[in-house]
C-alpha cells in the first residue's frame, strides 16, 4: 500500500499539470486509505501538500503572465484569514462524536471523510460539464471587481478549504472569471496563486494542535512536485479537456466510493 500511496502522490502533480487542477482532491483519500493517516490529520497534511505544489505550479504561470496579483491579493486575503481561522479554531473544537443518527453514531473522522466526499462529488459535476465555450473565448472585458461577492466567496472558500484540506480551485476559477472578469487562463494561473497561499496559512493553524510526520509530508509533497513537471510536459500532447472530464468521472466514482465505505458499513 505504501508503495502505490507514493505513486498516487505523483498522480496528484501530474494531474495539476495535466489539466491545471482536481489533484488536491486525491489528497487526503491518498493519505487515508493509502498512508493510513486519520482524516482529521490529513486534511492538515492535505492544505501543506496541496499549498506547495500549487505554489511551485503558479511558478511558471507567472513568468507567463497568467498571474494577476491584484485579483490574488484582493481574493486572497479572506480566504486565508478564513482558512487559518477554521484551522486553528473551528476544526479543533469539533466534537467527536459530532452527532448521532438512530444507531448510527457520526464521529468527527466520519464526519470530515463525508464532507470531502461530497465536495469530490460537486467538484467532478464542475470537470465533467462541458465548459469549453468559456474556455476558449477570447474576448477581453475591462477588469472590475464586485468586491462583496468576492469577499463572500473566499471567506466561504476558505472555510471549506479549511475543513476539508482541499485546495477549491473547480470554486475559485469560475469565481475569477465571474466576479473579477479575469480571462480563463489568467483565472487557472491566479487561482493557483491564491491555493498555495492560502493552503500553507491554513497549515500554520495546525501546527500547535497535531503532531506532524514530517518524513511523511516531504516525501508526499517532493513526489507530487515532480508530478507537476511531468504532467506539464504531458499536457503539450494530451487534450486536456478529453482528460479532465474522464478525471471527474473518476473523481465522482471516488466520492461515492468514500461515502458508501465511511456510512454504509
Do not use: C
Amino acid at each position: 500500500m505504501i508503495i502505490i500511496g507514493y505513486l498516487a502522490s505523483a498522480l496528484i502533480g501530474i494531474s495539476l499539470g495535466l489539466i491545471g487542477g482536481g489533484g488536491s482532491i486525491l489528497t487526503v483519500p491518498v493519505l487515508v486509505y493509502l498512508f493510513g493517516v486519520d482524516p482529521v490529520l490529513a486534511t492538515a497534511y492535505s492544505l501543506f501538500i496541496v499549498g506547495s505544489t500549487s505554489l511551485v505550479g503558479a511558478l511558471p504561470k507567472y513568468r507567463e503572465g497568467m498571474v494577476n496579483l491584484k485579483t490574488a491579493l484582493i481574493f486572497g486575503l479572506p480566504s486565508i484569514v478564513a482558512v487559518y481561522a477554521t484551522r486553528a479554531y473551528i476544526v479543533p473544537r469539533i466534537p467527536d462524536p459530532v452527532f448521532t443518527l438512530g444507531s448510527m453514531v457520526v464521529s468527527k473522522a466520519m464526519f470530515m471523510m463525508g464532507l470531502f466526499a461530497l465536495l469530490m462529488v460537486f467538484a467532478s459535476i464542475s470537470m465533467i460539464r462541458d465548459k469549453k465555450g468559456a474556455a476558449d473565448s477570447t474576448d477581453v472585458e475591462p477588469q472590475r471587481f464586485n468586491y462583496p461577492a468576492i469577499l463572500l466567496e473566499g471567506t466561504v472558500v476558505g472555510m471549506l478549504t479549511g475543513l476539508v484540506g482541499a485546495g477549491g480551485g473547480f470554486l475559485i476559477i469560475p469565481a475569477l472569471v465571474l466576479f473579477s472578469k479575469l480571462p480563463m487562463k489568467q483565472a487557472v494561473g491566479t487561482s493557483l496563486l491564491i491555493i498555495a497561499a492560502k493552503s500553507l496559512f491554513g497549515f500554520t493553524g495546525d501546527l500547535s494542535h497535531y503532531q506532524m510526520d514530517w518524513t511523511l509530508l516531504i516525501s508526499v509533497t517532493a513526489l507530487a512536485i515532480v508530478g507537476i513537471f511531468i504532467g506539464n510536459r504531458m499536457s503539450r500532447s494530451v487534450d486536456g479537456q478529453k482528460l479532465k472530464k474522464a478525471f471527474g468521472w473518476f473523481v465522482l466514482v471516488m466520492g461515492i466510493y468514500i461515502l458508501a465505505k465511511e456510512f454504509l458499513k
